[in-house]
């Protein structure tokens, strides 16, 4: 099942989720663990633009999470948006990653209202090497346009970033 995310119920499995690639994984840039209350604030954040942050859950549980939002601040990026999606560890590689980008995406598509409406690209941002990010945004028809060198420095080493874009 997909749905909405409940900042209250939520946070604290979200950041679980997340911290796991704050500390194991370069999917993420930061450097130290957020914890629910500041998860349970980024998807206040997101939703109070109007945008979109769901959950993925699979047998009672949550299993991940996708979100987008603003790819930049200035006023003329406010039609192309930013997307995240994280999986539980332990879920990785079975299509559920697919399932719930997928469905993010529907939802950006369906954006009538707001200031983000419409929706006109979603950028993917991906730190590389991550072939199976890469893969996913091949898949959902994600087209990359640009790399940065050494763009980030976690775990002693730089990392490039990949962007991929999707126009809708």
């Keep these: 099942m997909i ?3 409940d900042p209250a119920a939520d946070a604290a499995r979200l950041a679980q989720i997340y911290d796991h690639y704050v500390v194991h994984d370069t999917a993420t ?7 629910a209350e500041e998860m349970a ?25 996708a979100y987008a ?4 601040d200035r006023v003329a990026y406010r039609h ?11 879920v990785r590689r079975g299509g559920l990653g697919t399932e719930l ?12 209202a707001g200031e983000h409406a419409p929706v006109h690209s979603v950028m993917g941002v991906v730190a590389l090497p991550h072939p199976g990010s890469v893969a996913l945004h091949s898949r959902l028809g994600f087209r990359h346009v640009g790399t940065i060198e050494d763009a980030g420095f976690k775990f002693d080493r730089w990392i ?3 962007y991929w874009q999707l126009t809708l």
């Design 3 to 5: 749905r909405d995310a």
């Design 29 to 35: 840039f930061e450097l130290d663990p957020i914890g």
């Design 41 to 65: 604030s980024r998807i206040a954040r997101i939703q109070a633009r109007g945008l979109p942050w769901i959950v993925l859950e699979r047998d009672d549980a949550v299993a991940g999470y």
């Design 69 to 72: 939002g603003p790819f930049r």
């Design 80 to 90: 192309t948006l930013e997307a995240t999606v994280y999986l539980a560890p332990e």
């Design 101 to 112: 980008y997928a469905a993010l995406i529907e939802r950006l598509r369906g954006l009538s």
């Design 160 to 162: 490039d970033v990949g």
